[in-house]
């Protein structure tokens, strides 16, 4: 039995009882950890090969004995989240992940943690108290009603752009299916890369995708990438395509973000009123992705001084950061600050693909072990709000 399908299973209801009957019938269960925590894990209801209950399960497998559920616009996957992290005995945390435009402050016209465009900001809701969860998952409905508006713009320049190449894509029948739109969650710039995936490897096969990309599209890739689309018995093929794509063809067809993103005054009033901890997504100047779908550049490291004092104004609580994506100078520098400027740390390792572990190495340092601290602390704030 493969336990991701298993947990995978179409509703909620079946996910959990899959989950109740993988924990009863195991012979033996996995050790647990005591330094290893990640409270950035995507589910299908933005976009993960794992859903609510799958990553519970994963996570567990991987030692962990917390877990943080983080989707981008949608927290609709929450209590199916908590629910197995009860069953699997997984302590858990939840939260959510949104873009928000900084029009008005002195960074409104610069790149800040966002790849894509400038003046717009991924910020996580971290520690959303229970009784909150529906309350954020409906403030947010009408922003991802508004991320669909602009997601049929970049369907249509995709076709713009492909359809003398055989490939056409239709929002409705291609990109929503593979979201979790029905049921409350979001639908993202990667679902609809999955789909061109997906028409890619009809048009080509597999086979032929490096070829098609380098000779079609005119994308120039590294040894690495090749040696991923060109593996046969790749089981990450599809995802690693996404990633290439995601990296370096999204500018072509993207479309800006504007009303689908509140202002970062707007999401620091909600986190107030719900008692949710506000936190900065912390990217830093990137070479080489770890995740393989960020573009290399230079983002806040050159302004951050500048960036925290406008943070605090706006009423940041934390920074949230991944401990593997960057250097340990990068990080002693985001430490120092947070410290000067009272800002929390939670670390996040930011979990949407299989290739990518659970486990982030880096928390055995002892420069990070206060991020496990940080977590169980948390965990016991939301519970205490919950």
Same mark, same amino acid.
């Given at each position: 039995m493969?336990? %991701?399908?298993?947990?995978?299973?179409? #509703?909620?209801?079946?996910?959990?009882?899959?989950?109740?009957?993988?924990?009863r019938?195991?012979?033996?269960?996995?050790?647990?950890?005591?330094?290893?925590?990640?409270n950035? &894990?995507?589910t299908?209801?933005?976009?993960?090969?794992?859903?609510p209950?799958?990553?519970?399960?994963?996570?567990?497998?991987?030692? %962990?004995?917390?877990?943080?559920? &983080?989707?981008?616009?949608?927290?609709?996957g929450?209590?199916?989240?908590?629910?197995?992290?009860? @069953?699997?005995?997984?302590?858990? #945390?939840?939260g959510?992940?949104? =873009?928000v435009?900084?029009?008005?402050?002195?960074?409104e016209?610069?790149?800040?943690n966002?790849?894509?465009?400038?003046?717009?900001?991924?910020?996580?809701?971290?520690?959303?108290?229970?009784?909150?969860i529906?309350?954020? !998952?409906a403030?947010?409905?009408?922003?991802?009603?508004?991320?669909?508006?602009?997601?049929?713009?970049?369907?249509?320049?995709?076709?713009?752009?492909?359809?003398?190449?055989?490939?056409?894509?239709?929002?409705?029948?291609?990109?929503?299916?593979?979201?979790?739109?029905?049921?409350?969650?979001?639908?993202?710039?990667?679902?609809? &890369?999955?789909?061109?995936?997906?028409? @890619?490897?009809?048009?080509?096969?597999?086979?032929?995708?490096a070829?098609?990309?380098?000779?079609?599209?005119?994308?120039?890739?590294?040894d690495?990438?090749?040696?991923?689309?060109?593996?046969?018995?790749?089981p990450f093929?599809?995802?690693? %395509?996404?990633?290439?794509l995601?990296?370096?063809?999204?500018?072509r067809?993207?479309?800006?973000a504007?009303?689908e993103?509140?202002?970062?005054?707007?999401?620091?009033?909600?986190?107030?009123?719900?008692?949710?901890? %506000?936190?900065?997504?912390y990217?830093?100047?990137?070479?080489?992705?770890?995740?393989?779908?960020?573009?290399?550049?230079?983002?806040?490291?050159?302004?951050l001084?500048?960036?925290?004092?406008?943070?605090?104004?706006?009423? &940041?609580?934390?920074?949230?950061?991944?401990?593997?994506?960057?250097t340990?100078? !990068?990080?002693? =520098?985001v430490?120092?600050?947070?410290?000067?400027?009272?800002?929390?740390?939670?670390?996040?390792e930011?979990?949407?693909?299989?290739?990518?572990?659970?486990v982030?190495e !880096?928390?055995?340092?002892?420069?990070?072990?206060?991020?496990?601290?940080?977590?169980?602390?948390?965990?016991?704030?939301?519970?205490?709000?919950?």
């Open positions: 493969d336990p %991701l399908h298993f947990l995978n299973a179409p #509703t909620a209801e079946e996910r959990l009882r899959n989950l109740q009957t993988l924990v019938d195991e012979t033996e269960k996995p050790p647990v950890s005591d330094v290893f925590v990640n950035h &894990i995507h299908t209801y933005s976009f993960s090969p794992y859903s209950t799958a990553a519970i399960w994963f996570a567990r497998a991987a030692t %962990l004995p917390a877990a943080g559920i &983080i989707d981008h616009d949608s927290i609709a929450a209590r199916e989240f908590i629910r197995a992290g009860e @069953i699997a005995d997984v302590a858990t #945390t939840v959510i992940e949104c =873009r435009h900084m029009t008005g402050t002195s960074v016209d610069r790149y800040i966002n790849t894509d465009q400038k003046g717009i900001a991924y910020m996580v809701l971290h520690g959303v108290p229970h009784g909150e529906e309350r954020v !998952q403030h947010f409905a009408p922003y991802r009603e508004k991320r669909n508006d602009r997601n049929r713009k970049m369907v249509q320049n995709v076709n713009a752009l492909l359809e003398n190449a055989g490939i056409v894509l239709d929002f409705d029948r291609d990109v929503l299916p593979l979201s979790q739109y029905a049921n409350g969650g979001t639908v993202t710039e990667r679902h609809l &890369i999955c789909a061109l995936c997906r028409k @890619i490897v009809e048009r080509c096969s597999a086979a032929g995708t070829a098609f990309l380098e000779n079609e599209l005119e994308l120039t890739l590294s690495k990438q090749r040696k991923y689309l060109t593996d046969a018995d790749n093929f599809e995802y690693d %395509l996404l990633g290439v995601k990296s370096a063809f999204v500018s067809i993207y479309v800006n504007t009303d993103c509140m202002h970062a005054r707007e999401l620091a009033a909600l986190a107030k009123e719900t008692g949710a901890l %506000l936190c900065y997504a990217l830093g100047d990137v070479k080489d992705s770890v995740t393989g779908d960020k573009r290399s550049g230079k983002f806040e490291d050159g302004y001084e500048e960036l925290f004092d406008t943070l605090k104004t706006i009423g &940041i609580d934390a920074v949230t950061y991944m401990p593997s994506r960057n340990l100078e !990068q990080l002693r =520098r430490q120092t600050l947070c410290d000067a400027y009272g800002f929390s740390q939670i670390s996040g930011d979990v949407n693909s299989p290739r990518q572990s659970f982030c !880096q928390l055995r340092l002892p420069e990070f072990r206060r991020l496990t601290d940080a977590t169980w602390k948390l965990i016991e704030r939301e519970k205490a709000l919950s």
